[in-house]
T-cell receptor, first 115, second 114 residues
Framework: AQKVTQAQTEISVVEKEDVTLDCVYE???????LFWYKQPPSGELVFLIR??????QNEISGRYSWNFQKSTSSFNFTITASQVVDSAVYFC????????????FGDGTTLTVKP | DGGITQSPKYLFRKEGQNVTLSCEQN?????MYWYRQDPGQGLRLIYY???????QKGDIAEGYSVSREKKESFPLTVTSAQKNPTAFYLC????FGGGTYEQYFGPGTRLTVT
C-alpha cells in the first residue's frame, strides 16, 4: 500500500533562513513517482517537481532543491533564503503502478515565513 | 490561456439538496480527478477518470457521482447521501492516467451545506 508521511505539520521561519520540508514514503513497487506541490492561501495547488524512482539525482531550481534518497525512502525539499511569498502548504505525493494511477498525498506541511 | 476552471468559487446549499460542481479543462489532458480537502488535512481522492466515458471510484466516493461525457469536462455531483459535504473541492487533470505525470489543479470550489 502507498503511504506518504510529512511529519512536520507546521514550520515557522524568519525570512532568509533555509528550511527543509521532510517527506517519507512507502511503496512496494520498484517503479514509482514522487511529486511536490505548493498550495498558497488562494487554494490552488501548483506543481513543483516530479521524480521517478530510477532517477536519484538531486535537483536544484533557483532557491528550491530536492534530495531524493531511496535508501531512506525520503524525498525532502529545501528552500534556501526563504521569502514571505514561500508561505504556503506544501504537499508531497506518491504514485505507483500497482495503485491504478492514483496518487497518495501527504497531509501537508504549513510553512510560514515571517518578515 | 490553458488551464482548469472550476465554478463557482463559493457555493452554498441547504441540507438535502444535490449540487453539481463544474470542472472544465482546455489542456487536452486525458485524465481528470476530483479531490476533497478538509481544514488542515491533505487531499482525498473522490473519483478519477483516465479516459472519456470511463471513471473509477477513489477512496471516498460514497455520496458522490461523476460523469465524463466529454474530454474537457468532469462534473461532480454531491448528493444528499453525502453525510458531511462541507469542504473544499479540487479538480485536477494530467496528460495521461497511470500516475506517471503531474497533476494540474483548478482554483477549487468551497462548498458549504447548512
Amino acid at each position: 500500500a502507498q503511504k506518504v508521511t510529512q511529519a512536520q505539520t507546521e514550520i515557522s521561519v524568519v525570512e532568509k533562513e533555509d528550511v527543509t520540508l521532510d517527506c517519507v514514503y512507502e511503496t512496494r513497487d520498484t517503479t514509482y513517482y514522487l511529486f511536490w506541490y505548493k498550495q498558497p492561501p488562494s487554494g490552488e495547488l501548483v506543481f513543483l517537481i516530479r521524480r521517478n524512482s530510477f532517477d536519484e539525482q538531486n535537483e536544484i531550481s533557483g532557491r528550491y532543491s530536492w534530495n531524493f534518497q531511496k535508501s531512506t525512502s525520503s524525498f525532502n525539499f529545501t528552500i534556501t533564503a526563504s521569502q514571505v511569498v514561500d508561505s504556503a502548504v506544501y504537499f508531497c505525493a506518491l504514485s505507483d503502478n500497482t495503485n491504478a494511477g492514483k496518487s497518495t498525498f501527504g497531509d501537508g506541511t504549513t510553512l510560514t515565513v515571517k518578515p | 490561456d490553458g488551464g482548469i476552471t472550476q465554478s463557482p468559487k463559493y457555493l452554498f446549499r441547504k441540507e438535502g439538496q444535490n449540487v453539481t460542481l463544474s470542472c472544465e479543462q482546455n489542456l487536452n489532458h486525458d485524465a481528470m480527478y476530483w479531490y476533497r480537502q478538509d481544514p488542515g488535512q491533505g487531499l482525498r481522492l473522490i473519483y478519477y477518470s483516465q479516459i472519456v466515458n470511463d471513471f473509477q471510484k477513489g477512496d471516498i466516493a460514497e455520496g458522490y457521482s461523476v460523469s465524463r461525457e466529454k474530454k474537457e469536462s468532469f462534473p461532480l455531483t454531491v448528493t444528499s447521501a453525502q453525510k458531511n459535504p462541507t469542504a473544499f473541492y479540487l479538480c485536477a487533470s494530467s496528460i495521461f492516467g497511470g500516475g506517471t505525470y503531474e497533476q494540474y489543479f483548478g482554483p477549487g470550489t468551497r462548498l458549504t451545506v447548512t
